[in-house]
């Protein structure tokens, strides 16, 4: 069992930047790989960014590239997500999700759990 809180969303200016915090608690955390998506108003939730268990392989959505930067402290059991260079387009519900392996992915149907969001709003 594992439970994630997200915390760190706002309002944001285009241009500016966000660090988005995950905490999580349960057992075997620091072996789990971690991942970020986003849902916006009428979509389906899209995968943002991941990372295995190590923290040494990260994975990007192509909207996200070099604006975005994952990581995670295994001894705090948080993952972050450091956004920057915001764009209007990143409006959404951001969640923290993690899945029952170390190795890293993209796709949503194969987290086990989920957090309940933060909201980023980023403002033209």
């Known amino acids: 069992q594992v439970q994630l809180v997200e915390s760190g969303g706002g309002l944001v200016q285009a241009g500016g930047s966000l660090r988005l915090s995950c905490a999580a608690s349960?057992?075997?955390?620091?072996?789990?790989?971690m991942g970020w998506f986003r849902q916006a108003p009428g979509k389906e939730r899209e995968f943002v960014a991941t990372?295995?268990?190590?923290?040494?392989?990260?994975y990007y959505a192509d909207s996200v590239k070099g604006r975005f930067t994952i990581s995670r402290d295994n001894a705090k059991n948080a993952v972050y997500l450091h956004m920057n260079s915001l764009k209007p387009e990143d409006t959404a519900v951001y969640y923290c999700a993690t899945r029952l392996s170390s190795i890293a992915t993209m796709r949503v149907d194969e987290y086990d759990y989920w957090g309940q969001g933060t909201q980023v709003t980023v403002s033209s």
């Open positions: 349960g057992r075997t955390f620091n072996n789990y790989a």
């Open positions: 990372i295995n268990w190590t923290g040494r392989n990260t």
